[in-house]
C-alpha cells in the first residue's frame, strides 16, 4: 500500500483494509484508540494476530518566516534517510502539499563536511509561511514519504517501497482472512495503530480481547550484509526467540518451527538485541498471553524504500493458515493450595 499512514494517523489505511475484509469476517469493531479488530468466531482457546498499520514519518514543528518547515520524527528515522526525499504534507483536511526534505548546504550546493542532525534539515515547498498557512499547513501537519511501490529491477518478487514496515503484515493479514474457511477456534485479526511510537494499539486490543496465545506479524531488518548472516530475504520469514523486550513463548516457538520443518516451509529463527514489536504488548496484557513474532525480513527498513522478496511474504501465509489450523496445546498453570497444618491433640 502506498497511501500514507503515520503513526496517529493511520485512518487511510483502515479504511483501505476494511473495504477488503468486511465481506469476509464475523465482526468489525473499530476501538477508542483507532484498532481494526475483525473477528472469525470459533471456540476457545482464542488466537489473536496483529499486524500493525502505522509508518514512520514526520511532523511540522515550526515554518519559518521564510517557509522552512522544520520537523519532529515520528517512529526511528536516521537523518540520513531523510535527505533528498520527496513528501507530502498532509493537512486536516486532507489536502497534499509537495515537498522535498533538504539542508541549507544541499540547497545552494555548498560542500557538506558532517552529516546534519534533524534540526538542520527542513522541508521546502516553494511557498512562504503566510501562502503554507492559507492552505492548511500548520504545527502538528503530518508528513509522509511520497514513494510508489514497484518492482525491483527484472525480478517479479522483489518489491520497493516505503512502509514495508508493516504493510506486509497488513497484507499477510488480509490474504488470511480471505483464506480461511470454517475454522474451529476464535481468531482476531488486530490492525494496530502507533506501533511505532510505543506499542499502544496493541496494549488496548489485547487487553480488550484477552487472547489465549497471540502472534505478532511484522517486520525485521535483514543482515545480508553483514560478515555473520542470520537473516536474507527470500530465505523466509523470520520467527523471533528474543529481541531487545521480549522473550517469546519457547512452547509456542517450538510448534512453529515444527510446522515448518514438516511442512517444509523455510524459516529464520531471529535471536535479537534490538528493537521489539507488538507481541511485547500483547505477551504483558492482563495476566500474560504466550505470544511470538512471524517477521518478514527487510532491507532498508525504516526508509523511504525498504525492499522485501515476496516469497517470504507467501511464505508467512502458508505457516500462519497451517498454524491456525494445527494450534499448539499450552497446558493450563496449576493453582497450589497448602494443606492446613492438622492442630496437635494435647
Known amino acids: 500500500m502506498t497511501e500514507q499512514g503515520v503513526s496517529g494517523d493511520e485512518s487511510r489505511i483502515r479504511n483501505i483494509i476494511l473495504k477488503e475484509i468486511k465481506n469476509y469476517v464475523d465482526k468489525i469493531q473499530i476501538d477508542p484508540l483507532g484498532n481494526l479488530i475483525a473477528v472469525k468466531k470459533g471456540k476457545k482457546p482464542s488466537l489473536l494476530l496483529a499486524a500493525h498499520m502505522d509508518e514512520v514519518g514526520l511532523m511540522v514543528k515550526q515554518i519559518r518566516d521564510d517557509g522552512e518547515i522544520a520537523l519532529a520524527m515520528i517512529g526511528g528515522l536516521e537523518p540520513l534517510v531523510l535527505l533528498g526525499q520527496k513528501v507530502f504534507l498532509i493537512t486536516r483536511a486532507g489536502k497534499k502539499i509537495r515537498g ?13 563536511r558532517k ?14 509561511k503566510k501562502e503554507l498557512q492559507k492552505i492548511g499547513v500548520e504545527v502538528g501537519t503530518y508528513v509522509a514519504f511520497e514513494q510508489e ?4 529491477g527484472n525480478t517479479n518478487n522483489l518489491v520497493v517501497g516505503k512502509a514495508a514496515d508493516d504493510r506486509a503484515g497488513c497484507y499477510i493479514l488480509i490474504e488470511l482472512i480471505k483464506k480461511l474457511k470454517n475454522i474451529k477456534n476464535e481468531t482476531y485479526f488486530v490492525f494496530t495503530v502507533q506501533e511505532e511510537m510505543g506499542l499502544y494499539g496493541a496494549k488496548t486490543s489485547a ?8 502472534i505478532a506479524v511484522d517486520t525485521t531488518n535483514s543482515n545480508e550484509h553483514n560478515i555473520e548472516v542470520t537473516r536474507k530475504i527470500g530465505d523466509g520469514p523470520c520467527l523471533t526467540y528474543k529481541d531487545a523486550e521480549l522473550l517469546s513463548s519457547q512452547v509456542l516457538d517450538d510448534w512453529v518451527m515444527n510446522l515448518s520443518k514438516k511442512y ?10 534490538f528493537g521489539t514489536t507488538d507481541a511485547m504488548s500483547i505477551a504483558l496484557s492482563k495476566g500474560g498471553v504466550p505470544t511470538t513474532v512471524l517477521s518478514i525480513p527487510v532491507k532498508n527498513i525504516h526508509s523511504a524504500v525498504s525492499i522485501i522478496d515476496l516469497k517470504d511474504v507467501e511464505n508467512a501465509i502458508k505457516l500462519l493458515d497451517i498454524l491456525i489450523k494445527n494450534p499448539p496445546i499450552f497446558i493450563k498453570p496449576q493453582i497450589i493450595i497448602p494443606r492446613k497444618a492438622k492442630k496437635k491433640r494435647r
Open 264 to 273: 517444509k516451509i523455510p524459516l529464520q529463527p531471529q535471536v535479537s538485541d
Open 100 to 112: 522535498i526534505i533538504t539542508t541549507k548546504e544541499l540547497s545552494a550546493d555548498h560542500e557538506v
Open 115 to 128: 552529516l546534519p542532525g534533524l534540526h538542520e534539515t527542513f522541508i521546502d515547498t516553494g511557498l512562504t
Open 207 to 214: 487487553y480488550q480481547l484477552n487472547p489465549d496465545w497471540a
Open 149 to 152: 511501490a514497484e518492482f525491483l
